[in-house]
């Protein structure tokens, strides 16, 4: 894949967004923070299931709920590569023993027919958005909803052509996993950009990092009894400049970005 540069970084966004799923007999999703769900809300993990293909056909699960990924809606094959991203310069904000880490999901163009259908998220984070939201989990179990497919391949092989490709960052709401960010990253990479969504440490309701943890959302705790979310925002400005740098800098941490 052609250089990605800072300069091509045309978009830094960060957001709580609706997520168009699928859920048999339920409205759509939307972000919410854990313990506040609507009436109507559904899983924002909804997504095709195993053996679907990517047209973002479905199957049954045993309790009769269909899980459903909207394809994407550009011409480009989606690939996609997980990154764990230390900032050893900076301590985390929250757990000030540990150095800031990240994880992020980079989506690009892809080689259609090259890499294996990558997974949504794993059991630990499914167990924690079910236990978050306990009308959710009458529906479906931690393993049903871990084990959904998306439509982007990990290990694809990029489409150089067409490149150079603008790098589209996508931060999500707070307390809200990367993963929730699936439907809306995967449609631009399918239209030719490159996606980075990312998990920032201790601000969600349960994110795995390396090393089999599960990082809960310790800067709730700290947050929430004040309201004041102005340390979440200056953390992320801070976590958005170290992921630009480490995807488009001289030493890119991103295998494709050369």
Partial sequence: ??????????????LAIAVPATLTGTASADQRAPGAPPADWTAPFAEAAPGADATGDAQHHGKGVRLALPRPTGPYAVGRDTLHLVDEHREDPWVPAADRDLMTSVYYPAKPGTGGRAGYGTHAEAKAVLDAQPDVGKLLTPRELSSTRTNGCEDARPLRAGGPYPLVVLSPGYTMQRSSLTVLAEDLASRGCVVATVDHAYESGGSSFPGGRLLDCVSCDQVLPTGDLRRVSDGRARDVSFLLDELSGPKASWRHAD
């Fill in 1 to 14: 894949m052609k250089k990605i540069t800072r300069g091509l970084a045309t978009a830094i966004v960060t």
